[in-house]
């Protein structure tokens, strides 16, 4: 006789699901003000997800989880990259490193890679989202994906938070996050970091008139 599967668990899963869809998203976008909506489109739908686990577990902590989530991810850091685009006058289109399709293609490929190595662990948890982590182990493999196939170094650091919001999707599937001062720690250092690269930014701009990778690469080769 099959079990029912509880209301909170299918919509963990349904928000899981959605931000595997926003991380394929963001490897398909080439404007880069669409790339930060969907991030903090991504961002919000972490809130939500773990304030249904708070809800369903009873959790405290997770509680400021999702509230840091919500104020850091949908509304602080978005509003940074905003700002930090309009500032340095960059363009809208982002040519990849290698064409669309066959980033999605080697993205598939990554997701299932991620739910093979994913499954044996997620077993062997007992929380409620544990169905999730091979989603989380994904998002965190499309971000990296993202990263090394993108020139522009604004579009890295989306990459880079994207891939901290799989490692957050990922420690409420397994252990239902990480001690609070753990995660405030994280999430000061993720806020001091995006400023620092900001900074960096109006150097390497002032520096190569451009953002392009390519632009230091070839002053290291030389």
């Known amino acids: 006789m099959s ?8 919509l963990i899963n349904l928000f ?4 595997l869809l926003l991380a394929f998203a963001m490897l398909a976008q080439r404007r880069v003000l669409q790339l930060i909506n969907l991030f903090a489109l991504q961002g919000f739908t972490l809130f939500l997800s773990t304030l249904v686990v708070a809800v369903t577990t009873g959790q405290a902590h997770l509680y400021y989880s999702a509230g840091l989530t919500l104020m850091l991810k949908t509304l602080l850091l978005p509003w940074i990259l905003h700002r930090l685009v309009r500032k340095l006058r960059i363009k809208g289109e982002v040519e990849p490193l290698i064409n ?21 662990i997620s077993q062997l948890a007992s929380t409620i989202a544990r169905g999730t982590l ?22 890295q650091v989306v990459g880079f938070l994207s891939m901290e ?10 252990t239902y996050g990480m001690p609070m ?7 000061l250092d993720v806020l001091v970091g995006v400023i620092i690269l900001g900074v960096f930014f109006f ?8 953002l392009d990778i390519h632009h230091m690469e070839r002053l290291k080769d030389n």
């Open 165 to 174: 919001n799989g490692l957050f999707l990922a420690a409420t599937s397994a």
């Open 3 to 10: 079990t029912a599967i509880p209301l909170s668990a299918q």
């Open 134 to 155: 091979g989603i989380a182990l994904a998002v965190v493999m499309l971000a990296f994906l993202m990263m090394i196939t993108r020139k522009k170094a604004i579009t």
């Open 203 to 210: 150097q390497i701009r002032d520096q190569f008139d451009s």
């Open 100 to 120: 669309i399709p066959t980033t999605m293609l080697v993205g598939i490929g990554l997701v299932m890679l991620a739910f093979n190595v994913a499954l044996p």
């Open 16 to 19: 899981a699901a959605v931000i």
């Open 181 to 187: 001062v753990v995660e405030l720690g994280i999430a």
